[in-house]
């Protein structure tokens, strides 16, 4: 490790110590701020060519006592204490002593955006400021980024930790990045959700969808409704057990991810991908009969019954249940690939479902095929496929969530000899998933129709917390970029060479992650 070495070189060795200084400043070292792989490209980066140093004197200050800084000052503690094994006490100060990390609220008011902060290292200070604890949050991801990747290791590691001077500006063009876990084919318990929530937060990710029903399974229980779990849960793709969240299951997540500053989106699909509560629940089936549970991966067969009213009241218990324990704003009403319904009876219900959504004081989230019907005010539609959906629904007036399929849909293959994943929107290597625009992309569709980006990880062939991280690292890091930093600064041949960087993070962070032969790993 360079940073090491450098440590022991006495001072008068000086000169070779300013040639290897030169010499190692391209793969970042603690005297250039500007040579740091940061993930996602920060806005601005101004190097002053001196370092700031972690001891075990070094104190994270916050500049007054409220719970929410404290609780972000313990946070940012906790990922440094393990492989430092400093104390890094928390104290509330109006002036930080020297050689302190402090978080303060003041100072930040000419940062665009809730989520911007500015981190400013001196030889004596390193200073992160933003105008929200969320932008306080997303500065603390950047000093992790900023250390050796040894400071994510859980045991004691010998070596100095430095920290370049400068100064750093930042924040995102979009103001919702994120991502999708489908527990539904698959179903994976908190301690997987809790996982995944940490690493899409450590790039960035402000949102986490929860895909928390289709055909194979129903994962969260509604109270009114018990048996959508209790039977429509109990398996999933392939056969055996499946699962589901309990309600305090789920709120514990909701809390979590809040901790993370993540919203949680959960989404109920309908009025298709339905068959799990069909099978639960004979009422909701037009012909009275339940279905039996499905354990294959064809889509497109099932339907609620649109046409009876114990259906809207059906939908309203799920919606009032689940939005009840939803910190965010939004509720998700599937709306994808509803074959089996016929369009004059999918228009009228993705109207109404909207409705009860606004009802219990949420926004509806659809898959683009919502722009169907009339589209309620603050609906975001999610461009999958269909360019003329998307369209659709820009032309109402509503905003996109950009999920392009061929190339945010992770749990793509990367090439012919990934071992699990899908083929049918074409591999999607780690270039493809990175060199894309939501501005761009689709002809008419411009950057103020953009409400964010979203890479969807589907489980029909993911069974485990490995296989996820497998398919998430390194494309969710990607498109996080793509949420996150400026088209101007984003470039693959840069990236690449960040990314090569973080291979060391990835592993000290226990992440199984795809090892892809576009990228010059870092040893
Ligand atoms: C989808 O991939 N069916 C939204």
Known sequence: ??????????????????????????????????????????????ATGDYFRLDEKTAICISDGSDELRQLAEYLAERLRPATGFAFAVKTTKVPPKGSIYLTFAGADS??????YTVTITKKLLTLAAKSPAGIFRGIQTIRQLLPSGIELSSVQQGEWKIATGTIVDYPVYGYRSTMLDVARHFFGVEDVKRVIDLASAYKINALHLHLSDDQGWRIEIKSWPNLTLYGGSTKVGGGDGGYFTQEQYSEIVRYADSRYITIVPEIDMPGHTNAALASYAELNCNGRATKLYTGTVVGFSTLCTGKEITYRFVDDVVREIS?????????????ESHATKKEDYIPFVERVQDIVLSHNKKSLGWDEISLGLLRPGTVAQYWSSAENAKRAVSQGAKLLMSPSSKAYIDMKYDSTTAIGYTWAGY?????????????????????????????????????IREIEFMIFPRLPAIAEIGWSPARLRNWDDFKVRLGNHGKRFEAMGINYYKSALVPWAD
């Open 428 to 464: 999607i290597e780690i270039d493809k998933a990175y060199n894309w625009d939501p501005a761009t992309l689709v002809p008419g569709i411009v950057r103020d129709n953009i409400f964010g980006v979203e890479a969807p990880l589907w489980t029909e062939t993911i069974t485990n």
């Open 324 to 336: 009840a324990l939803t910190t965010g704003p939004y509720f998700h009403i599937g709306g994808d």
């Open 111 to 116: 940062i665009p955006l809730e989520e911007g």
């Open 1 to 46: 490790m360079i940073r090491r070495k450098l440590s022991v070189i006495s001072g008068f060795l000086a000169l070779s110590v300013i040639t290897l200084i030169q010499v190692s400043c391209k793969s970042g070292t603690p005297s250039d701020l500007s040579g740091e792989h940061i993930i996602p490209v920060p806005v601005s980066v101004v």
